[in-house]
């Protein structure tokens, strides 16, 4: 909302703004005249290519760092040297090979920092110390130093939720680094910011002037180099005069690539016109009061200007935005981003559960086809047992009517004794009795074989089995009663002749 106001303000009195804005502009030149060092002069950098490295073609045939030496499980390439591989419990370092003369200084470290967990370890640390190759347990360098020690610290020791941490630390040579507790009463300044797996290379600069300690950092979300942002400034602090400058890391029971890509080195020189400051004119003096004057008064005037518009032009409901509701902190912006990624997550994961319970269902499917093929298959398989039975009693009658018959034919031709009819007589009894057997035996196969087929079959008959038998049983009843009957007849006319 204030914005809008303060546009239409422009829009209805562009004379008293363009005079605020240049005495506005007048101001800021005296109050930013100085430069951002805290000297107040203007400050020339001069690169110190024997403090420094960079790719491509950062090492030599041999394998050595022009300048610089490497310790532990460093490994230098053509295009970055790397410090720790993601192997657990591994150290290394890099350390200038001269002694640093300059007081006032400033380097840039350009480095990766790269894992496959979620957190990180252990982290990696820029020295400024009074003794160069320094191996230990302090993120790779030695205990109780002498100097400067800038640490990117990823793993949370003391379990605060407080990492990764940028921490500064001073030390005497005496002090000892508390690694439980991350140093926490150790720490002059720092700030809080993710360093690890980034898309663009990370970027410190840390700079040294007139006593003064500023740590920019560059979080590597842009690949715009100039993109620094201050993470913390201490005043009053005293470096040794002389000293080299190296970088370490170190890993524990978690693992990263600590990649260093760039070391760049600038001695920091006071302009020599500037070095003594003049003492400020009278005149100066009162034409900055008079402009500080000019601007409080055109300052009333476009507040009342404000106000006078918001009378005539009354606010209505939806005009004007809010500008808290419109610009998110940075904090909401890496939220949202976050939740954001988990929800495309969560939506693959949903669609991925869709497709296994399409392919469960379709298996359950094809296993309830296969197990009903194995039911059809068993039922046809006692089907064709229960039809094989029925084949060898059908072959049983059959021989027991061609023995009944070859009888008969011998009755026929006289050729059986008198008492020939009761063998006969015995003989059709038992025949009927295993024919009765036989009835029986296909009834309770027809029972048997229409329980265990609950529904129709795929081909249609017009007659069952059963009752196909039973009628095959009484033809031939019929047929063996009527040669019987017939048999006896002739017998017994041949009596009379």
Not at 372 to 397: A, M
Request: contains cysteine; glycine residues 8%; proline residues 3%.
């Amino acid at each position: 909302m204030r914005s809008s106001v303060l546009l239409v303000a422009m829009s209805e009195c562009p004379v008293v703004f363009s005079r605020l804005l240049l005495v506005a502009t007048l101001l800021l030149n005296q109050c930013t005249g100085q430069s951002a060092h805290s000297s107040g002069a203007k400050v020339q950098r001069r690169f110190e290519y024997k403090y420094s490295f960079k790719g491509p073609h950062l090492v030599q045939p041999d394998g050595t760092i022009p300048f610089w030496d490497h310790y532990g499980d460093a490994i230098p390439s053509e295009e970055s040297i790397r410090i720790t591989p993601s192997l657990k419990s591994k150290t290394g370092s890099v350390w200038s090979k001269y002694l640093h003369t300059d007081e006032n200084w400033e380097v840039e470290v350009v480095f990766r920092i790269n894992g496959r967990g979620r957190v990180g370890a252990d982290g990696l640390a820029v020295w400024y110390t009074e003794e160069g190759g320094q191996d230990g347990p302090i993120f790779g360098g030695k205990d109780q130093w002498k100097g400067l020690g800038v640490f990117f610290d990823s793993y949370d020791n003391d379990q605060l939720n407080n990492n990764p941490y940028i921490m500064i630390m001073l030390n005497d040579g005496t002090q000892q680094y508390n690694h439980e507790r991350d140093g926490v009463n150790q720490i002059l300044g720092g700030c809080i910011r993710d360093f690890r797996n980034k898309p663009h290379p990370t970027r410190a600069k840390i700079e040294y002037y007139d006593k003064v300690l500023t740590i920019f950092y560059h979080n590597g979300v842009t690949s715009n180099k100039d993109d620094f942002e201050i993470c913390a400034r201490l005043e009053n602090v005293d470096l040794p005069k002389h000293g080299y400058f190296g970088v370490s890391a170190a890993t524990g029971g978690l693992a990263d690539d600590h990649d260093v890509l760039a070391f760049l080195t600038h001695s920091l020189v006071a302009s020599k016109e500037e070095k003594t400051a003049e003492p400020e004119d009278v005149s100066t003096k009162e034409e900055r009061r008079k402009i500080e004057q000019e601007y409080q008064e055109y300052d009333e005037k476009l507040s009342k200007a404000k106000e006078d518009y918001q009378k005539e032009h009354p606010k209505k409901p939806g005009e004007y935005m809010d500008e808290e509701n419109v610009f998110e902190a940075p904090e909401m912006r890496n939220m949202k981003i976050i939740l954001d990624g988990q929800s495309e997550i969560y939506s693959l994961v949903k669609a991925l559960s869709i497709k296994l319970d399409e392919v469960v269902s379709h298996l359950e499917k094809q296993m309830s086809l296969s197990t009903k093929v194995n039911q059809e298959k068993t039922q046809v398989t006692d089907l064709l047992s229960g039809q094989k039975e029925i084949v060898d009693h059908i072959r049983d009658i059959r021989s027991i009517t061609d023995d009944v018959k070859s009888k008969v034919s011998s009755l026929g031709q006289g050729t059986v004794k008198q008492d020939g009819d009761a063998g006969v007589l015995k003989s059709l009894q038992d025949l009927e009795g295993y024919i009765a057997a036989v009835h029986s035996d296909v009834k309770s196969l027809a029972a048997s074989t229409q329980m265990t087929t609950n529904r129709p079959s795929a081909e249609h008959q017009c007659v069952t089995t059963s009752y196909l038998l039973t009628f095959f049983a009484v033809q031939l009843l019929c047929i063996m009663g009527f040669m019987f009957c017939r048999a006896k007849r002739e017998a017994a006319s041949k009596k009379f002749y």
